[in-house]
């Protein structure tokens, strides 16, 4: 696949095709005019267009040292390298989002080092301190603030930790070096199709992930999905699995699972078993703000079967995503008029009113970057 600039999609994202502006261009015809709808899609796919900066650090004999910025380019690995071999590769997910003011501000990125660090114990590589992710996080974004488009596209930063140390060897023992590479890509949405509802094909056979990376963003997680996903697309045309071993529901390959209605908002209680997602964390607390009442607790396909209200994903990349539809293998139910739920709009509106710098960030969760 052709990687393309990071300048050039911004640019296109910034002509008056995409976001938020409603506006006119005259068409090839003398006279013709042409209405251009707000479009999400003008953004090359999500993650597909490399920021030009990237900010790397690594450790020598398992001490960390200072992380530097250079141009996006291929990385140094032995391929003797314990994550190529061993699987010791975890990441995270974030976003600076621009603001109508036009400033940069980062989104809970606290909360993302924490989870990182979390994956690199579970992972046994050099923990990364939170300083030095923190700093490298800031300082990819303010590298990259030319190519951070406007709402509703984001500068997506990603954080890269892997296993490093050149030992085939090492199969059954920790790697005692690694890499922290802090990437970043201007993107707009996730889910292709702009706003559109999700169908989710419910999978209660298969597991997500290994009961002892539930709640690890570890590579291998990813892969172990693929197969339920892709399945789920050819078979049901489902976008996404949620994985429900044993009839629980935890959550998708990619975004955590909230059922909604007028009065509440109810997900799975933290356990050891899924992602502890930082919009999931958010949309609970505005869900509390605005008068809901929050549920947090076992979720059965039982009451999925029966549920008579609105479903979404919450995410990084997926915002707060409304769900239309559940299968059930043979079995579909239709969530209201299968379209995004209005709860589900309004969390997301409150949401990206904060981030967009839009509302009182009275949780102190945004911090504004400079270059
Ligand atoms: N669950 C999984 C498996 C994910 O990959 C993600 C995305 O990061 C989430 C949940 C949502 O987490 P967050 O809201 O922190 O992005
Ligand atoms: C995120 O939302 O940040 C994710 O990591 C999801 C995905 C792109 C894997």
Same mark, same amino acid.
């Given at each position: ?89 975890g ?50 974004v ?37 890499? %922290? ?5 201007? @993107?707009?949405?996730?889910?292709? #199709?702009g $706003?559109?509802?999700? +169908?989710? =094909? ?51 390959g990619?975004a ?51 549920w008579?209200?609105?479903a ?13 539809? %559940? ?5 579909? @139910?239709?969530?209201?008029?299968? #379209?995004? $739920?209005?709860?589900? +709009?309004? =969390? ?11 509302a ?12």
């Amino acid at each position: 696949m052709a990687v393309r600039s990071a300048a050039a999609a911004v640019a296109a994202s910034n002509d008056g095709q995409h976001g938020t502006q409603h506006g006119t261009q005259h068409g090839a015809e003398e006279g013709e005019i042409v209405t251009t709808q707000p479009d999400t899609t003008a953004l090359p796919a999500f993650g597909t267009v490399p920021a030009p900066v990237m900010v790397v650090a690594q450790t020598t004999d398992g001490v960390w040292g200072p992380a530097r910025a250079q141009p996006v380019d291929e990385l140094r690995i032995h391929p003797f390298a314990h994550a190529l071999h061993y699987g010791t590769a975890g990441f995270e997910g974030l976003k600076a989002h621009r603001g109508v003011d036009g400033v940069v501000r980062l989104f809970r990125h606290d909360r993302n080092i924490e989870r990182l660090r979390r994956t690199a114990q579970l992972l046994h590589l050099p923990l990364p301190p939170a300083e030095l992710v923190d700093a490298a996080i800031r300082e990819v974004v303010a590298a990259n603030l030319d190519v951070t488009p406007p709402a509703p596209g984001a500068l997506y930063v990603r954080p890269l930790l892997l296993g490093t140390e050149p030992n085939i060897g090492a199969a059954a023992a920790p790697s005692s070096d690694a890499l %922290l590479a802090v990437l970043a890509s201007p @993107v707009g949405d996730y889910f292709s #199709g702009g $706003g559109r509802a999700l +169908t989710l =094909l419910i999978e209660t056979d298969r597991p997500r992930t290994t009961p002892q990376f539930g709640e690890a963003k570890a590579g291998a997680n990813y892969a172990q999905a693929l197969t339920p996903t892709l399945e789920a697309r050819a078979r049901y045309g489902a976008d996404q699995v949620l994985f429900a071993p044993d009839g629980e529901v935890q959550e998708t390959g990619a975004a955590n699972f909230l059922l909604l209605d007028d009065d509440r908002v109810v997900t799975r209680a933290l356990d050891s078993t899924f992602l502890h997602g930082v919009t999931r964390d958010a949309v609970l607390t505005l869900a509390r703000d605005l008068g809901y009442r929050v549920e947090e607790r076992t979720v059965t396909v039982d009451e999925l079967r029966t549920w008579d209200g609105e479903a979404a994903l919450s995410g990084t990349a997926a915002v707060l995503a409304g769900v239309g539809r %559940l299968v059930f293998g043979d079995d579909t @139910v239709t969530l209201g008029d299968g #379209g995004v $739920g209005p709860t589900t +709009t309004r =969390l997301r509106d409150a949401l990206q009113a904060i981030q967009r710098g839009e509302a009182a960030d009275v949780h102190g969760w945004t911090e504004p970057v400079n270059g």
